[in-house]
């Protein structure tokens, strides 16, 4: 999550649910958290009961609008501009919390004479290369420091290779020497953050807010006034988001316009403040922190990148500047104590810490690309672990095509998905594009034991880590991944252990002596140990600050360090919730160290004091930061205490520095670096979309991801020929009773019960529009697919008047799936999407895009195939449609 | 005689007589209702643990009875979820014991139009063949343009947000020491 990381310093939920209660507003943007974490909204009730005012906004009216103070319809993707409009409302009336704003963001920092922002390059920013679609982010850094900032690192986007940059600021803010920064104390030069940020967000006024997002005025106004009514010294407001706001193709930046209205508003690291992540797998926060992610690794350490990271020097330097504050400065000691826990004795000083056994990356090889590759026979084998690309995926025939090209697919899954089968019953069989016969890829389907049939930990939500026991055998075949992947990696090296390659030498020293516990089966405590790290005596560690950079420490994800302190499993800890106060430090275990406000050092004024009695948390007691929480910041640092000239990393940390992992310890109001589509968010369209961008000549993200393939085939976008096609938005979400592609959920007689079809929802208005009725059939038709489903007619969406004209919205659920194993099968939404990529993370945008509703069911065979040529034809399609980013009038 | 057969055990009776005066407790019940007992109550053991389905987190209690899960319920004690479990995490005992869950490997050879059975440990030796044959085919110690990469693209990886954070760590530090960097999640998806 680097619209977290490049504001905060860390990509994880700032606060835990909990603590909600303590909020004196909570809004909900972008999220249906009654529906999809119905378990966590009784935190959102609790506030409720204390008097709190409750803000859903939400394209469509769901359960957690019903018992909101007030439910905002929006048009989908126009969330930047509500977001624009709100900063544009705090500070035009300087609703800001003055001293907090000051003291602890980069508000008076001062930008270099070549920035230029959005405002005078018609929606670029200054850097953009056009023939590259990419940005050089050197004009955004700070005046005073030279080249873009860093120690010989390049700019965020400013090369292929900074493509995949984005994403590294999981835990650790963007790389850069803060020590010659300009400041202006009294915000009032124009090249401060502070005014720069005034000056961007002048236009995004209520009038335009209405224009873009279809929300008017006045019910803008009164989220404003709520809002600000409800943060400052005596209140805390928190902003609760999910995946609503991360599947766009401008996602990072609708997290940023979070990020910001919480900084102004003084709300970071405060009881009842916040910014909260919803996530929606059981481990997603974990299988990020610990990713199975092409260009991360454990700790979010950058992957090394081909030319740029060619060798151990050149890669530390890259990752953080000798100079930087803060914990992020101390990365050398994570990244080898990572090598030494992977490779051992082998792992040594004079080879650079095996630096070399690390594979690089060249630009993005993230899942779409994957997928794309399979279809150019490039990629021979994949392996599918608990995940349903064929169902789950944008462009599903795009997944389901590349897995017809490989020689080989391994699915470890519970239930035989749709994914394992597609070459016998998938949607290109029926309409003939595939022959059972002609698929030459060979599958193998291999059973995976439930969580009840194996030990280990899920990250859940708010970065806590939870041990779940084993509690019977698995059945049959069935095998935890932990298994599998022990025992494959045991046969592998087998087979190379007399292998005299050099590329064969990291498998051949990779530490892979696990105990086995008393089922014979690999002691998953022992991974997590692993993980948490050791001393070379073989002591564990009890945190990260004991990791040293000369190979005598040894630890798998630097940021788990602590997990075992006192060589116990902390992850394990249950004490009651009841028997604890509400932060519950002794139920599991948070990372990091065990902290569960992050930036809790902002709890407390400058002085250390508390802003208010009433939102007390941590307070410098004269030697040491007390309160509820373990505080995020040394714990012995006063708040007056300012580092000597020269000091680096930790120590270079004032006491009125809160947000330990970044360069400058501040919050960021405006990102010099760290993301590659732009330093503040701004709105944009979302690439398919049936309106013209109100607020720049650029309509959509400049720096999105495309594929200009004819397997991709995009919609003409805004007022471009052919956009008429498909005139209405839609959007796809979630059902309280089915879980994502349905792997978990369709399977269940219970819950296929509970929520049995495929179905869209449509207003009253819409459905007079289109002739469509109440539970009969609908097609829906993009440049891709087209796909039937059941009509819900309901209030629950309504059509809203943006820039002038009537917008319908579409809503679509998207568990189901073409198959014949599942207790419940349907056409899946996921289908409906080309690809169009955010660039910092390469995630899809699968919340908001156009098409056009028909009633009846959708033809059958190669009748579908025409239907969808045939829209093509009329929007005029070709391969060079909506591929083009740059869409600006006047020449930068 | 027991109760039951005589009209003293009739239930109006002991509404009138009893405590349970509005007829919605004891004075109601069945001898045979009176003797059941929820499954919990018979299990030999219950075991702590963690909802699957979303990132909240609930806590789970799994009750187990002749080695078999026979039923999962919140955990009172976590101070996230305070006991209570939406309808995913009240289903997961069908989750694990789903009449639908395959529970042997299966594999389909290419251009096969029907599964067949696999033993296990086949399986895995043919998978482990094709990862050592395709790494071996599609090593680049160089990519197009001269770089040092050394790696494969010749296989890759989708998964992880479901699963345990010590099983993504073995995946992440398998697949690198192997040099194949197209490892993926959810967290994008």
Not at chain 2, 72 to 86: H, K, Q
Request: charged share 25%.
């Amino acid at each position: 999550m680097p619209g977290l990381g490049a504001s905060f310093g860390r990509g994880g939920a700032t606060t835990f649910l909990q603590d909600l209660q303590h909020s004196d507003c909570i809004v909900i943007q972008g999220s249906n958290m009654a529906e999809c974490h119905p378990v966590g909204f009784q935190w959102v009730m609790e506030a409720k009961k204390r008097g709190a005012k409750v803000i859903h906004i939400d394209p469509r009216f769901t359960r957690t609008s019903a018992v909101a103070d007030s439910h905002v319809p929006l048009r989908a993707g126009s969330d930047i501009a509500f977001l624009g409009g709100i900063i544009n409302y705090v500070l035009q009336h300087e609703k800001y919390f003055k001293e907090y704003v000051l003291a602890y963001t980069n508000a008076s920092f001062l930008l270099r004479e070549e920035f230029q922002d959005t405002e005078e390059l018609d929606g670029l920013f200054s850097g953009y290369d056009a023939s590259t679609a990419k940005y050089d982010s050197t004009s955004w850094s700070y005046a005073g420091l030279e080249g873009d900032g860093r120690e010989g690192g390049k700019g965020a986007g400013g090369d292929d290779l900074g493509h995949a940059e984005g994403e590294s600021h999981g835990s650790g803010g963007p790389a850069l020497n803060p020590n010659e920064v300009q400041k202006d104390w009294t915000l009032q030069h124009p090249r401060s953050v502070f005014q720069v940020l005034k000056r961007h967000y002048a236009r995004y006024t209520p009038e335009m807010v209405e224009q873009v997002c279809g929300v008017p005025a006045s019910q803008f106004l009164e989220v404003c006034e709520a809002v600000t009514a409800n943060s400052g010294r005596e209140r805390t407001t928190c902003w609760v988001y999910s995946v609503g706001w991360t599947q766009h193709s401008v996602g990072v930046q609708y997290i940023r316009g979070a990020a910001i209205i919480q900084l102004l508003l003084g709300n970071m690291g405060r009881p009842g403040g916040g910014i909260l992540a919803l996530r929606g797998h059981a481990s997603i926060q974990g299988s990020t922190d610990i990713p199975t992610l092409f260009n991360l690794l454990p700790g979010y350490l950058p992957m090394p990148q081909a030319a740029e990271h060619e060798t151990w020097e050149a890669y530390l330097d890259g990752i953080r500047s000798p100079q930087q504050k803060g914990f992020w400065g101390n990365a050398e000691s994570y990244v080898v104590s990572l090598l030494k826990a992977w490779w051992g004795e082998h792992a040594t000083k004079e080879n650079g810490w095996a630096f070399d056994y690390l594979p690089r990356i060249s630009g993005d090889h993230g899942t779409y690309q994957t997928a794309l590759d399979m279809v150019d026979d490039k990629v021979e084998g994949y392996f599918l672990l608990g995940q349903n690309p064929a169902v789950g995926s944008a462009h599903g025939k795009l997944q389901r095509l590349g897995m017809a090209h490989l020689k080989w697919l391994v699915v470890r899954d519970l239930n035989m998905i749709e994914s394992a089968t597609f070459w016998k019953d998938g949607p290109e069989i029926e309409s003939g594009e595939l022959r059972t016969e002609d698929i030459g890829t060979e599958v193998f389907f291999l059973p995976a034991a439930a969580h009840t049939e194996k030990s280990g930990t899920f990250t859940q939500t708010q970065r806590m880590l939870q041990w779940h026991h084993k509690a019977v055998d698995p059945p049959g075949d069935c095998q935890s991944e932990l298994a599998f992947f022990y025992l494959l990696g045991q046969k592998v090296r087998a087979r190379l252990a007399d292998s005299g390659e050099a590329r064969d030498l990291p498998l051949q020293h990779l530490t892979w002596d696990y105990p086995l516990d008393a089922d014979g089966e690999i002691d998953a405590e022992a991974v997590l140990q692993e993980i948490n790290g050791r001393h070379a005596d073989g002591r564990l560690l009890s945190g990260y600050l004991e990791m040293k950079p000369d190979g005598s420490t040894a630890g798998g994800c630097w940021i788990y360090s602590g997990v075992y302190a006192d060589g116990v499993n902390q992850s394990a800890r249950r004490k009651p919730g009841s028997e604890q106060d509400w932060v519950a430090k002794e139920w599991g275990w948070a990372w990091p160290y065990n902290r569960r406000i992050l930036y809790n050092r902002a709890s407390a004024d400058p002085d250390g004091k508390p802003w208010s009695a009433r939102k007390a948390y941590m307070q410098w007691d004269g030697e040491h930061w007390v309160g509820p929480d373990n505080v995020d910041f040394p714990k012995d640092r006063a708040p007056s205490y300012r580092a000597p000239e020269g000091a680096t990393g930790p120590d270079a940390l004032n006491g009125d520095d809160p947000f330990v992992m970044m360069a400058d310890g501040k919050g960021w109001l405006f990102s010099p670096s760290g993301l590659v589509d732009g330093p503040l968010p701004a709105h944009y369209e979302p690439a398919e979309s049936p309106v013209v961008n109100p607020l720049y000549g650029q309509q959509a993200n400049p720096t999105r991801e495309v594929f200009k393939r004819k397997e991709n085939p995009m919609q003409p976008s805004g007022d471009e020929p052919g956009a008429d096609v498909f005139p209405y938005v839609f959007t796809t979400y979630r059902l309280t009773e089915h879980h994502t592609a349905g792997g978990m959920s369709r399977w269940l007689p219970y819950l296929s019960e509970l929520q049995p079809e495929f179905f869209c929802e449509v207003s009253p208005a819409h459905a007079r529009e289109r002739g469509l009725e109440n539970h009969g059939w609908a097609t829906i038709i993009t440049a891709r697919a087209a796909i039937e489903a059941r009509v819900l007619v309901t209030e629950r969406v309504v059509p809203l008047r943006v820039g002038g004209k009537v917008v319908h919205q579409v809503g679509l659920p998207y568990h189901w799936g073409v198959g014949t194993d599942a207790v419940v099968t349907g056409d899946s939404a996921n289908d409906l999407f080309g690809l169009a990529l955010d660039a910092n993370v390469h995630i899809q945008e699968t919340k908001a895009a156009a098409c056009d509703i028909q009633p009846g069911r959708r033809p059958r065979g190669e009748a579908l195939l025409r239907m969808v040529e045939e829209y093509r034809s009329r929007a005029g399609i070709t391969v060079e449609t909506g591929q083009q980013r740059m869409t600006q009038r006047n020449e930068p | 005689m027991s109760l039951g057969k005589s009209f003293l055990g009739w239930p109006v009776l002991r509404q009138l007589t009893g405590e349970d005066r509005t007829g919605r407790g004891p004075a109601a019940q069945s001898a045979r209702s009176a003797g059941l007992l929820p499954r919990t109550k018979t299990a030999d053991r219950v075991v702590d643990s963690v909802c699957p389905y979303c990132a909240v987190g609930c806590g789970q209690k799994v009750y187990v009875k002749d080695e078999r899960v026979i039923q999962i319920e919140g955990d009172p004690a976590s101070p996230v979820s305070r006991g209570r479990l939406c309808p995913k995490g009240s289903a997961s005992e069908q989750l694990v014991n789903s009449p639908g869950r395959v529970t042997t490997v299966r594999y389909r050879r290419p251009f096969a139009t029907d599964w067949e059975d696999l033993d296990l440990e086949t399986a895995t030796d043919m998978i482990a063949d094709r990862v050592v044959e395709t790494r071996a085919r599609t090593w680049q110690d160089l990519d197009h343009k001269g770089q040092k990469v050394r790696r494969t693209l010749g296989f890759a990886s989708l998964g992880g947000a479901t699963l345990d954070n010590e099983e993504n760590y073995l995946i992440k530090k398998l697949f690198t020491a192997l040099g194949a960097v197209q490892i993926e999640n959810q967290a994008r998806i």
